[in-house]
């Protein structure tokens, strides 16, 4: 969740480290900080602040007043202590040889930290952080790589460390253990990070620790070693983004702007896995064989990456005609799965790192499982975990809140439910050259959703006001109004909830008054008469009704809601790819109305990496 960089070169390091932070911002956090080795001092410089980077920057002059050519920067996003000075990151030992920046937990902290008091060690903050500092220092005996090993043979949870000490002021040590950290290979310096995004403008060659390596950070080079300290040569791999992707390029958003790139990601996505009239994966290891083995579908993943799964779980069992069931990442481990050799596992994750869904992955590779990954991120955990992967390539996401990853996630679910179809004989020839033909079209027709755009902005101010509203819909309508929702939520703040309007009458309308806005979704043609039904139920409670349907049903829609969107009319596999676009839009408009952080909604992270 929080950021790390690290810089060891013969540029001068704070300003490299700012603008790494920068680029990190969108990960979540409520305070920064950087430390500096000084060579005019002989000492660590550490800077730290509550609040936004921004704070930071300001008081360094952008990175000018602090000069060394070495250092560690962070912005934390609290868990062991309130947002303070005190508490960001770095945290330094109490001889202020050491300074360590941490993402992740230390779950036996507090038996750590009565260890090092009863030493005599006076700790400063309440962070679990500090202990690792203070560990380190304890044991430091003039070979900082053997204290450092000594270190994490006692500290317990997840972790990925940067680590600088002011006797060897030429060398960073990362350590990493369930928590994302990539190293940079640059020329005549190195790198570390939290996310390639923090290094992209200085290096595109990058190597994935895996958990219990430790790496030395050098001007000369990276030296790897693993958890029993041997030496291990990493595999490098180059990033092929362009920096303007993970910058605004003049939207004032990244939401806005990703929300915009979803037609051209969903190009990419698709057109090459789509030849001469049949879905293709290239290097694809789930034989015909295997496909027709599969007894069950587990979809496991978190958040907007869950919705994908609950949208996937109508497709898959209406295509294939094999159960499917959706697990939260987070409950996958406590529920008891019933996971066999003939259970195929889709995880899907954004970053690749989502500590929930990896733990998950693993519970389901335990059980025997076979791992199928859906990710953005190239050589991310997730994916390197797993027996298969397939890419979204959806290109670097930056606010918080997903809108392509989302759509290209969905994209490979449906090309999936089309290609187990296919070998299982479960779907009818024109069926499949329809929705084959339609994928295709997807693209042009979500840009043309796009370009509706201002009655969609109409809509949100006269909405933007309200502070609780009901998403409905039916089968994949009440999946999409999940997401759709999921959306408002965080980046307006507005409390939304989406029901399944079967269950409006166990219950929920009776919350339903003058005044109320509903989002009735209504995409799915062969359900839209009992969506209208629903309609003219909450309506007749006084609901305000804004409505999303497809344009051969817009008319009818028109006669009864208040408001009406609508969506081209395209296969029933991907009404829920093109109803999503209005509802991320709305969600956007609305919060831009309302003043709020956009692409850093508060509490929020966009790569969630502790429990």
């Not at 202020?96 to 779950?107: C, M, P, Q, R, S």
């Not at 335990?366 to 390539?393: K, P, Q």
Request: glycine letters at 8%.
């Amino acid at each position: 969740m929080c950021g790390i960089v690290g810089y060891v070169g013969s540029e001068q390091a704070a300003p490299i480290l700012l603008d790494g932070l920068a680029r990190l911002e969108y990960r979540g956090y409520d305070s920064a900080g950087v430390a500096v080795y000084s060579q005019r001092t002989g000492t660590l410089s550490v800077h730290k602040a509550k609040g936004r980077l921004q704070v930071l920057s300001d008081l360094l002059q952008g990175g000018a007043a602090v000069e060394g050519t070495v250092g560690i920067g962070h912005t934390r996003w609290a868990t062991h202590g309130a947002p303070s000075d005190v508490n960001s990151h770095p945290q330094v030992s109490q001889g202020g040889k050491i300074a360590v920046v941490h993402n992740g937990i230390i779950e036996n902290y507090a038996e750590l930290k009565s260890f090092l008091m009863d030493k005599g060690v006076t700790f400063v903050s309440e962070t679990d952080t500090e202990v690792v500092a203070q560990l380190i220092e304890y044991f430091y005996d003039g070979d900082l790589l053997q204290a450092v090993g000594r270190v994490l043979h006692r500290i317990q949870g997840a972790y990925a460390l940067g680590i600088l000490c002011a006797d060897v002021p030429d060398q960073l040590i990362a350590v990493r253990k369930d928590s994302p950290l990539i190293l940079g290979y640059g020329e005549g310096c190195s790198f570390l990070a939290s996310d390639v995004t923090a290094i992209l403008r200085h290096t595109r060659e990058v190597g994935y620790m895996e958990d219990g390596e430790i790496a030395v950070l050098t001007r000369e080079g990276i030296q790897c070693y693993n958890h029993l300290m041997q030496p291990i040569q990493k595999e490098i791999f180059h990033v092929d983004w362009e920096i303007d992707a993970a910058e605004k390029g003049g939207y004032e958003h990244f939401m806005f702007k990703e929300i915009m790139e979803q037609p051209e990601a969903l190009r990419r996505c698709v057109f090459p896995r789509i030849r001469e009239g049949e879905v293709y994966f290239e290097g694809f290891g789930l034989t015909e064989d295997y496909i027709r083995s599969i007894g069950k579908i587990y979809i496991v993943a978190c958040g907007s990456s869950y919705h994908v799964g609950m949208v996937g779980k109508y497709n898959l069992e209406r295509l294939t005609r094999i159960p499917v069931e959706v697990a939260l990442a987070s409950e996958f481990r406590y529920m008891d799965p019933i996971v066999d050799e003939h259970t195929l596992v889709m995880v899907i994750s954004q970053s690749g790192e989502t500590l929930d869904t990896m733990a998950a992955l693993r519970e389901a590779r335990r059980l025997g499982g076979r791992i199928l990954s859906i990710v953005n991120v190239v050589g991310s955990s997730i994916a390197r975990e797993s027996d298969e992967v397939l890419y979204t390539w959806a290109g670097p996401e930056i606010a918080v809140a997903t809108t392509k990853a989302y759509s290209t996630q969905m994209a490979l679910i449906d090309l999936l439910a089309l290609y187990f179809a296919r070998v299982l004989g479960t779907v009818e020839e024109e069926n499949y050259r329809s929705a084959l033909k339609e994928m295709l079209l997807l693209p042009a027709k979500m840009e043309s959703v796009l370009e509706d755009r201002d009655d969609i902005q109409y809509f949100a101010s006269q909405y933007f006001n309200h502070n609780s509203v009901f998403y409905i819909g039916r089968n994949v309508d009440y999946a999409l109004g999940l997401e759709g929702s999921l959306k408002l939520k965080e980046i307006s703040y507005i409390h939304s909830e989406a029901y399944a309007s079967g269950e409006l009458k166990h219950g929920t309308i009776s919350l339903v008054e003058d005044g109320t806005l509903v989002v009735a979704l209504a995409t799915c043609g062969r359900l839209f008469e009992k969506a209208m039904s629903n309609v003219v139920e909450v309506k007749s409670r006084g609901a305000d009704v804004l409505a999303l349907t497809t344009k051969s049903h817009r008319e009818e829609m028109a006669r009864t809601a208040n408001a009406v969107i609508t969506i081209p009319d395209t296969h029933e596999l991907l009404l829920p790819s093109l109803g999503v676009v209005p509802l991320q839009l709305f969600a956007y408009y609305v919060a831009l109305m309302r003043g709020c952080d956009i692409d850093k909604p508060r509490n929020l992270a966009k790569s969630v990496t502790v429990e």
